[in-house]
C-alpha cells in the first residue's frame, strides 16, 4: 500500500536559520511527488512537482529534491512569511486519478 | 480568474440530516477530486473523477457520495451526516491525466453535531 510519512511533524526555526523538512514514501512506481504550502484556514497552494530521482526545483528559498525513496524540502535563511505547513503527496504510477498525501509539516518561523 | 469555489464554507447541521457541498470550477479541468482533512491525518482522498460521468473511490468513501453531470460541477453528498465526518472539506481539479498539480478549493468547514 502507498505511504508517505513526513518529519519532523513541526519545525521552529529562527529567522534566517536553515532548515530541511523530510517525506520519504513507499509507492509501487512513481508518477510524481508534489509539495504544497498549506496557510492557515487555506486550501493547499502548489509549490513543486517532481518525476524523478535525482531531480531539483527551486522556487524563491525553497528547494525540493528527490531521491528513490524520499523527497526533501530545503528551506533557505527563512522569513516569517515562510510560517506554514507544508505536505508532500505521491502519485502512483499505476494510478491516474490517486493522490496520497502525508500529514504535513508545521513550520513556525520567528523574527 | 481561474479558482475552484466551494459552497457554504462553513456548515454546522444535524446527525441524519442530507446536506451537499458544492465544487465548481472555470479551469475546464477533466480532473475533480474530494478531500477531508483532519488533524493528525493530513488529506485523505474520498472520491475523485476523471472525467463527466467517470466517478471512483479514493480511500475513505464510506458515508459519502458524489455525482459529476457536468464538467465543472462536483457535489459531494452526505446522505446521512454522522459526528465523524465533522472535518475539513477540500475539493481540487486538475486539467489532464498524468502527474500534473491539482488546484484547491477555499475548505468547507463541516460540523455535525
Known amino acids: 500500500e502507498d505511504q508517505v510519512t513526513q518529519s519532523p511533524e513541526a519545525l521552529r526555526l529562527q529567522e534566517g536559520e536553515s532548515s530541511s523538512l523530510n517525506c520519504s514514501y513507499t509507492?509501487?512506481?512513481?508518477?510524481?511527488l508534489f509539495w504544497y504550502r498549506q496557510d492557515p484556514g487555506k486550501g493547499p497552494e502548489f509549490l513543486f512537482t517532481?518525476?524523478?530521482a535525482g531531480e531539483e526545483k527551486e522556487k524563491e528559498r525553497l528547494k525540493a529534491t528527490l531521491t528513490k525513496k524520499e523527497s526533501f524540502l530545503h528551506i533557505t535563511a527563512p522569513k516569517p512569511e515562510d510560517s506554514a505547513t507544508y505536505l508532500c503527496?505521491?502519485?502512483?504510477?499505476?494510478?491516474?486519478?490517486?493522490?496520497?498525501f502525508g500529514a504535513g509539516t508545521q513550520v513556525v518561523v520567528t523574527p | 480568474e481561474a479558482q475552484v469555489t466551494q459552497n457554504p464554507r462553513y456548515l454546522i447541521t444535524v446527525t441524519g440530516k442530507k446536506l451537499t457541498v458544492t465544487c465548481s470550477q472555470n479551469?475546464?479541468?477533466?480532473?475533480m477530486s474530494w478531500y477531508r482533512q483532519d488533524p493528525g491525518l493530513g488529506l485523505r482522498q474520498i472520491y475523485y473523477?476523471?472525467?463527466?460521468?467517470?466517478?471512483d473511490k479514493g480511500d475513505v468513501p464510506e458515508g459519502y457520495k458524489v455525482s459529476r453531470k457536468e464538467k465543472r460541477n462536483f457535489p459531494l453528498i452526505l446522505e446521512s451526516p454522522s459526528p465523524n465526518q465533522t472535518s475539513l472539506y477540500f475539493c481540487?481539479?486538475?486539467?489532464?491525466?498524468?502527474?500534473?498539480?491539482?488546484?484547491f478549493g477555499p475548505g468547507t468547514r463541516l460540523t455535525v453535531l
Open positions: 481540487a481539479s486538475k486539467g489532464r491525466q498524468g502527474a500534473y498539480e491539482q488546484f
Open positions: 517532481l518525476y524523478s
Open positions: 509507492v509501487s512506481g512513481l508518477r510524481g
Open positions: 479551469m475546464n479541468h477533466e480532473y
Open positions: 503527496a505521491v502519485q502512483a504510477a499505476n494510478s491516474w486519478g490517486k493522490l496520497q
Open positions: 473523477s476523471m472525467n463527466v460521468e467517470v466517478t
